[in-house]
């Protein structure tokens, strides 16, 4: 099992900037990425951002040159969200995905941080 926990969110102006963290505990060995989803009411959760355990990174064609994710370490994952925009509005779920011999890979969930972009 894999435990998420997040920091970060709130409200912030158009254009401008805001950071969110997630700290995953737990089968850590079993982490093949990390990463950050996001969901408005009435439509499905969505990936923003993620980054392999290799480090490759795959980013939501609506935030690619705004949002970077970063992973400094097996247990931590930030994205730094930049130039931010009312559709940008959303809850932002951490996610892990795992993998263990001889199982279905597994999800996992933070428990969700509001972003409000708006005047």
């Known amino acids: 099992q894999v435990q998420l926990v997040q920091s970060g969110g709130g409200l912030v102006q158009p254009g401008g900037s805001l950071r969110l963290s997630c700290t995953a505990s737990?089968?850590?060995?079993?982490?093949?990425?990390l990463g950050w989803y996001r969901q408005v009411p009435g439509n499905p959760r969505e990936l923003v951002a993620a980054v392999t355990s290799g480090g490759d990174t795959n980013y939501a064609d609506s935030v690619r040159g705004r949002f970077t994710i970063s992973r400094d370490n097996e247990n931590t994952v930030d994205l730094q969200m930049n130039s931010l925009k009312p559709e940008d509005t959303a809850v932002y779920y951490c996610n892990a995905q795992t993998q263990i011999p001889g199982s279905p890979p597994s999800r996992w969930w933070g428990k969700g941080a509001q972003v409000t972009v708006s005047l």
């Open positions: 737990g089968s850590l060995w079993s982490i093949t990425s």
